[in-house]
């Protein structure tokens, strides 16, 4: 049967046998506590001397651990504060680099002298004035296609 090693471990304690490891479990169909050794098995006398060290224990064993949460907690928020600010470290450089990078491709449209901008600048002005010609000769149409209906 392996009902023992199934219930809840209330409390950890030396083991008496061998100094190891052992736990303070209890069945649930029994009010007597029991000791289970990890390496030497159960020890499961129901002694009322041994019983109240038990129940010692169980009990004891909250206060522990809200002790550990408490010291986790602490940890924590150490830990949050010791990260808050290597974070706002990271940040500074991380701006800085970017303003570097974006300088050198801002020179690099002036240095060259080359004939693109300027092409591509009157390309555009054709295009403007062929647009503005065939509107102006539209103009002129339904001004004569008025003046032809008027008349
Ligand atoms: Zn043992």
Redesign the pocket.
Known sequence: MSKSSNNPILATLT??????T?YVKKRVNSKNYYIH?????LEQRSGPLLQAKLAELVSGKSETVSEITESLSEATSDIEANLSEPAKHEWTPEVTQTIEVEEPSRDEPIQPDSNEPQSSGFGIKKTLGVLGFVGFTLATLKAAAKAATGN
């Open positions: 083991c008496d046998c061998c100094g190891g052992a050794c990890k390496k030497h098995g």
